[in-house]
């Protein structure tokens, strides 16, 4: 792994911020009220686990990257433990995971080796186990970078961060069923302005609009920080677009220009809402996005996230249920903001709180009294010494105060770094497993 | 076909207004008819439908009791097909596919071409309580209807486990404390357009369960099957 010096991390940030193009960044989709609204089951009451994919690091544990399970219901006496682990052999720089629409499985992309995972997570969810693997997602679709899981009715929409012909970032989506075979690829638009590139999707079905967002390329986001920033053209290659989708038709409707590279997408929640909000890194705002006066999609910026001049660097953010607040999580310092989202076209910091040395990931329960933080962002792009901790971090939210509820040390606990969460529940099982096996 | 389309979108204005009114006592099922799509879907023919799988092979019981190969209510027309279990009171659930598999009717009633091209097959999930006379009177009038609307069930669950395993349709019963099973069947609504050559082309749940979107797909499938779609 490579590592950095903060100075060095942070000089280079800056150097992206002034070519306005991205950098950094790998979060995603993470909880519970950003999940594809084609998925079953939420979890709106207490969740009993914690899925966190992990990435290998090696000499800590077996260097592989692997799910681990931890109990998060605090009714338990193992609340807060480590309670499962599964390794899937190797390191492919594990990211984001998602589950299918009957939140039976749970599929999990390398960024690396376009490896994907597929975890029952149904059969027995504190006991997730490895159901399938697909690994030739880039002989299959020329796609490589799996990112962004988003549950469609039956079916896995995967969007690719880049390309396997040269590794740049055009890419697109691949979507399979949910056995995990092909069935078809949706090329990210390259005319009318678009870039090429892919990083989130969302999906707001009562407008038949599919939201995709870019990043960068394979090339880019496995080259150390302190390298990449000395390639002029590289540092080029990155996306700056927003493409809202016809859903139905799977056809690019309009390319949106969001300079400085927007990641997560989240749709507010609230009945009647037709507008999503997402965090572009390298410039260090959040964007509206919803159809203006003429019904046309436009995007805006409506926010900034601390001092752009000092690169926060935004990652991921995670929406309240009824669309009226947002976390945003910044990785370079650290912090954890609140935003009040009341007035969408006027976000407004109303809390903020060093939840790490680093921090990625962010999810909160459905009721939003739950939040939980982690520490990866990529491999080479973590912190270097003592800033590397590697950590989930449980707090409670009163609406005022974060306050720690339990942490597990992922360096401590040899397990690697811990990247995307995602929530588990015991509070169904399958009807008509019994009988398949005899005892009904 | 165009007339036939044109056709179709004033008859699919008036969708969504009429309620069905059959006299069976379900009041959930015949709630107010699903609402309508926020948005024009895209015309019929314009887009592609994906061929997601092949419906599974499996048999069922039609309301006369009589063993049926579900391929024979899968293959040879365009299929829309849901799982459902008649007990099932949750407005967005099962209550859910029936209107709009009633709207579906109503299209086929007024779209020439449709009535004999379509068929709905409404297949229940709880073969313990759904035997076929339940079925008969969940079915109601539809049955009476002149539209091909097939209402079955399974012999067993040893027989409703390939299908539902086929189709990727989940059914669960929560869970009580200690891991019990508790309560009610639950589901995830799902409806399947299966096109005649017996391959899912679509699938619905509740969060995209539009009666206008549905049609125009049967009605893509049917221009794709006439060799008139205008999809690259």
């Given at each position: 792994?490579a590592?950095?010096?903060r100075p060095l991390v942070l000089r280079?940030l800056?150097?992206?911020?002034?070519?306005?193009a991205p950098?950094?960044?790998g979060?995603?989709?993470?909880?519970?009220t950003?999940?594809s609204?084609y998925?079953?089951?939420?979890?709106?009451?207490?969740?009993?686990y914690?899925y966190?994919?992990?990435?290998?690091k090696?000499g800590?544990?077996d260097?592989?990257d692997?799910?681990v399970t931890i109990?998060a219901?605090p009714s338990s006496?193992?609340?807060?433990?480590v309670?499962h682990?599964?390794?899937v052999g190797?390191?492919?720089?594990?990211?984001?995971m998602?589950f299918t629409?009957d939140?039976?499985f749970?599929?999990a992309?390398g960024?690396?080796?376009?490896?994907i995972v597929?975890?029952d997570?149904?059969?027995?969810p504190?006991?997730p186990?490895?159901?399938r693997r697909i690994t030739?997602?880039?002989k299959?679709t020329?796609?490589?970078g799996?990112?962004t899981f988003?549950?469609?009715?039956?079916r896995?929409?995967?969007?690719?961060?880049s390309?396997?012909?040269?590794?740049?970032?055009?890419?697109?989506?691949?979507l399979?069923?949910?056995?995990?075979?092909?069935?078809t690829?949706y090329?990210?638009?390259?005319?009318?302005?678009?870039d090429?590139?892919g990083?989130?999707i969302a999906?707001?079905p009562?407008?038949n609009a599919?939201?995709?967002?870019?990043f960068?390329?394979w090339n880019?986001?496995?080259?150390?920080?302190?390298?990449?920033v000395?390639d002029?053209e590289?540092m080029?290659?990155?996306?700056?677009?927003?493409?809202?989708w016809?859903?139905?038709a799977?056809?690019?409707?309009k390319v949106?220009?969001?300079?400085?590279?927007p990641?997560e997408i989240?749709?507010?929640l609230?009945?009647?809402?037709t507008w999503?909000?997402t965090?572009?890194?390298?410039?260090?705002?959040?964007?509206l996005?919803r159809p203006?006066a003429s019904?046309?999609w436009?995007?805006?910026e409506?926010?900034?996230i601390g001092?752009p001049?000092?690169?926060p660097?935004?990652?991921d953010i995670s929406?309240?249920?009824d669309?009226?607040?947002?976390?945003?999580?910044?990785?370079?310092?650290?912090?954890?903001r609140?935003?009040?989202?009341t007035?969408?076209?006027?976000p407004?910091?109303?809390?903020e709180?060093?939840?790490g040395?680093?921090?990625?990931m962010i999810?909160?329960s459905?009721?939003?009294?739950?939040?939980?933080?982690s520490?990866?962002l990529?491999?080479?792009?973590?912190?270097?010494?003592?800033d590397?901790e590697?950590f989930?971090?449980?707090?409670?939210w009163d609406?005022k105060?974060?306050?720690?509820a339990?942490e597990?040390?992922?360096y401590?606990?040899k397990?690697?770094?811990?990247?995307?969460?995602?929530?588990?529940?015991?509070?169904a099982k399958?009807a008509?497993q019994a009988?398949?096996?005899?005892?009904? | 076909m165009?007339?036939?389309?044109?056709?179709g979108?004033?008859?699919?204005?008036?969708l969504?207004?009429a309620?069905?009114?059959?006299g069976?006592?379900?009041?959930?099922?015949?709630?107010?008819?699903?609402?309508?799509?926020d948005?024009?879907p895209?015309?019929p023919g314009?887009?592609t439908l994906?061929a997601i799988?092949?419906?599974?092979?499996?048999t069922?019981?039609d309301?006369?009791?009589?063993d049926?190969r579900?391929a024979e209510v899968?293959t040879?027309?365009?299929t829309?097909?849901s799982?459902v279990?008649t007990?099932?009171?949750?407005?967005?659930?099962?209550?859910l596919a029936y209107?709009?598999f009633d709207?579906?009717?109503?299209?086929?009633?007024?779209?020439?071409?449709?009535?004999?091209?379509v068929?709905?097959?409404?297949?229940?999930?709880?073969?313990?309580?759904?035997t076929p006379?339940?079925?008969?009177q969940?079915?109601?009038?539809?049955?009476?209807r002149g539209?091909?609307?097939?209402?079955?069930?399974?012999?067993?669950?040893r027989a409703l486990?390939?299908?539902?395993?086929?189709?990727?349709q989940d059914v669960?019963i929560?869970?009580?404390?200690?891991?019990?099973?508790?309560g009610p069947?639950?589901h995830?609504?799902?409806?399947?357009?299966?096109?005649p050559r017996g391959?899912?082309r679509?699938?619905?749940s509740?969060?995209?369960?539009?009666?206008?979107?549905v049609?125009?797909?049967i009605?893509?499938?049917g221009?794709?099957r006439?060799?008139?779609?205008t999809t690259?």
């Amino acid at each position: 792994m490579a590592t950095f010096p903060r100075p060095l991390v942070l000089r280079a940030l800056l150097a992206l911020a002034l070519l306005v193009a991205p950098t950094a960044v790998g979060p995603a989709r993470a909880d519970e009220t950003c999940n594809s609204p084609y998925m079953a089951n939420l979890i709106k009451g207490q969740e009993d686990y914690l899925y966190v994919w992990t990435l290998g690091k090696a000499g800590v544990g077996d260097g592989s990257d692997k799910l681990v399970t931890i109990d998060a219901n605090p009714s338990s006496p193992r609340y807060g433990k480590v309670i499962h682990k599964v390794s899937v052999g190797g390191r492919g720089e594990a990211h984001h995971m998602g589950f299918t629409d009957d939140r039976r499985f749970l599929w999990a992309g390398g960024l690396d080796d376009s490896k994907i995972v597929v975890f029952d997570v149904g059969t027995d969810p504190a006991k997730p186990r490895i159901a399938r693997r697909i690994t030739d997602m880039p002989k299959r679709t020329g796609y490589v970078g799996p990112h962004t899981f988003y549950a469609l009715p039956g079916r896995m929409l995967v969007q690719g961060l880049s390309n396997a012909k040269d590794k740049g970032g055009v890419t697109g989506m691949a979507l399979y069923s949910n056995k995990g075979e092909l069935i078809t690829t949706y090329a990210m638009p390259t005319a009318d302005g678009g870039d090429g590139y892919g990083y989130d999707i969302a999906i707001n079905p009562q407008k038949n609009a599919l939201l995709t967002s870019s990043f960068t390329g394979w090339n880019n986001y496995m080259t150390s920080l302190g390298k990449l920033v000395q390639d002029a053209e590289a540092m080029k290659r990155f996306g700056g677009t927003m493409v809202v989708w016809d859903l139905k038709a799977m056809k690019p409707r309009k390319v949106l220009a969001v300079p400085g590279a927007p990641l997560e997408i989240r749709w507010s929640l609230k009945d009647g809402d037709t507008w999503a909000i997402t965090a572009a890194a390298l410039t260090s705002k959040l964007w509206l996005v919803r159809p203006g006066a003429s019904s046309e999609w436009e995007a805006k910026e409506v926010a900034t996230i601390g001092d752009p001049a000092k690169i926060p660097l935004p990652v991921d953010i995670s929406i309240r249920n009824d669309g009226t607040g947002l976390w945003v999580n910044t990785f370079m310092d650290g912090k954890t903001r609140y935003f009040d989202l009341t007035n969408p076209e006027q976000p407004r910091q109303t809390y903020e709180k060093v939840t790490g040395k680093q921090v990625n990931m962010i999810s909160q329960s459905w009721d939003g009294t739950r939040v939980y933080v982690s520490s990866s962002l990529l491999a080479s792009w973590d912190k270097a010494g003592a800033d590397d901790e590697q950590f989930v971090r449980a707090f409670k939210w009163d609406g005022k105060e974060l306050s720690p509820a339990f942490e597990v040390d992922f360096y401590r606990e040899k397990l690697g770094r811990a990247h995307h969460m995602k929530f588990g529940t015991r509070a169904a099982k399958a009807a008509y497993q019994a009988p398949l096996a005899g005892t009904r | 076909m165009r007339h036939r389309l044109a056709i179709g979108a004033w008859a699919l204005a008036g969708l969504a207004l009429a309620a069905p009114a059959f006299g069976h006592g379900d009041e959930a099922r015949d709630q107010a008819p699903p609402a309508r799509a926020d948005f024009v879907p895209p015309a019929p023919g314009t887009y592609t439908l994906q061929a997601i799988m092949r419906a599974p092979a499996g048999t069922v019981v039609d309301l006369d009791g009589r063993d049926r190969r579900l391929a024979e209510v899968t293959t040879g027309k365009i299929t829309l097909l849901s799982f459902v279990y008649t007990r099932c009171s949750d407005a967005w659930g099962c209550p859910l596919a029936y209107r709009v598999f009633d709207a579906v009717a109503t299209a086929m009633e007024r779209i020439p071409g449709l009535r004999s091209r379509v068929r709905l097959v409404t297949l229940s999930f709880d073969p313990r309580h759904d035997t076929p006379a339940v079925m008969r009177q969940y079915a109601g009038e539809q049955a009476a209807r002149g539209i091909d609307w097939r209402f079955l069930t399974t012999r067993s669950e040893r027989a409703l486990l390939p299908l539902l395993e086929g189709f990727g349709q989940d059914v669960q019963i929560p869970a009580a404390a200690g891991g019990a099973a508790a309560g009610p069947l639950t589901h995830l609504l799902k409806v399947f357009l299966i096109d005649p050559r017996g391959v899912v082309r679509e699938i619905y749940s509740t969060a995209y369960l539009y009666p206008e979107v549905v049609v125009a797909d049967i009605e893509t499938l049917g221009l794709e099957r006439a060799g008139r779609s205008t999809t690259p």
